[in-house]
């Protein structure tokens, strides 16, 4: 089944804490991205991988990392985490790009205290 | 800068009335827009409307680009409570094949 899998599902942490949230997809995809979602501003883009080891920033960069060293995985890195990152995040993946349909992740939903 | 606005941000209706979302967009060298709807989890794909393409229909959605308006709208006809969604609209970034800018959506809400 094709899909995109992210771990963990709930985390509830502390201010600056590294935390990882796991990304992977089964379907060979080139394009993968992250998102976060916040009530009253919808979904934005926080970084995104074109393919292997390529990747830029979105929207709302500040406060996170990603690398991308194998084309299946695309974790996200939240260095010294805050408050202001507690979020829904999604991890989604589509073929080569943005303008082609994304398959998206359960969503991440995280809690900074 | 690109903007993506829905409208409206909220619709209650009831059980087989027919509803239309609006998407309207600022971008510079469009080349697709895309819909999606999220019930409790992920957003998955509805359509994706291009100039070679600017009206799709899948059962009792269908979806319509006007181009001159820079806009989309959204049908959902006969709708049924199982249609309680956020819909959103998502159109790629002008100059970029990878960036994407996303509506804020419309949250349905269809009552029995």
């Known amino acids: 089944e094709a899909q995109v899998t992210q771990n963990p599902r709930y985390l509830i942490t502390v201010t600056g804490k590294k935390l990882t949230v796991t990304c992977s997809q089964n379907m060979n995809h080139e394009y993968m991205s992250w998102y976060r979602q916040d009530p009253g501003l919808g979904l934005r883009q926080i970084y995104y991988?074109?393919?292997?080891?390529?990747?830029d920033k979105g929207d709302v960069p500040e406060g996170y990392k990603v690398s991308r060293k194998e084309k299946r995985n695309f974790p996200l890195i939240l260095e010294s985490p805050s408050p202001n990152q507690t979020s829904l995040y999604f991890c989604?993946?589509?073929?080569?790009?943005?303008?082609?349909?994304?398959?998206f992740g359960d969503g991440t939903r995280l809690s900074i205290l | 800068e690109d903007k993506v606005v829905q409208s409206p941000l909220s619709l209650v209706v009831h059980e087989g009335d027919t509803v239309t979302l609006n998407c309207s967009y600022e971008v510079t060298n469009f080349r697709s827009l895309l819909w999606y709807k999220q019930e409790k989890k992920a957003p998955t794909f509805l359509f994706m409307l291009t100039s070679s393409g600017i009206e799709k229909k899948s059962g009792r959605l269908s979806s319509i680009l006007d181009k001159k308006e820079l806009s989309s709208i959204l049908n959902i006809t006969a709708t049924q409570t199982g249609d309680s969604a956020i819909y959103l609209c998502a159109v790629p970034r002008g100059g970029s094949n990878y960036k994407l800018t996303f509506g804020k959506g419309t949250l349905l809400t269809v009552n029995p």
């Open positions: 991988s074109m393919n292997v080891e390529v990747t």
């Open positions: 989604a993946s589509s073929v080569q790009m943005s303008n082609q349909p994304q398959h």
